[in-house]
């Protein structure tokens, strides 16, 4: 299964990217998670749907600092490849 997820609310400058790196990795997925224009982070995450469910449930809490507003989780269809968890930094 893929998901886009959509983080919004005090995201950025919190180490928000590191701490979705982290709990992907912990669950083994694959994908990737970078920070919008917007102020919002987004990420994908291709992994049972069970753990993407858990995972969005640890996104919630976040990590210190930040503060959670809202989370949106598209599901993709097809299944894209990767070959780990990074981040992107534009």
Known sequence: MVVH???SGFVQ???FRQFVKRTAKN???KGWVRNLPDGRVEAL???EKEKIEKT??????G???SEVKNIVVEKEEGS???KDFEIIKE
Not at 56 to 61: I, S
């Open 63 to 65: 990590p210190f600092l």
């Open 13 to 15: 400058g919190v180490g």
């Open 5 to 7: 997820v959509f983080i």
């Open 27 to 29: 669950f083994g997925f």
């Open 45 to 47: 995450f291709s992994g």
């Open 80 to 82: 894209e490849e990767f």
């Open 56 to 61: 969005v449930e640890a996104l919630w809490k």
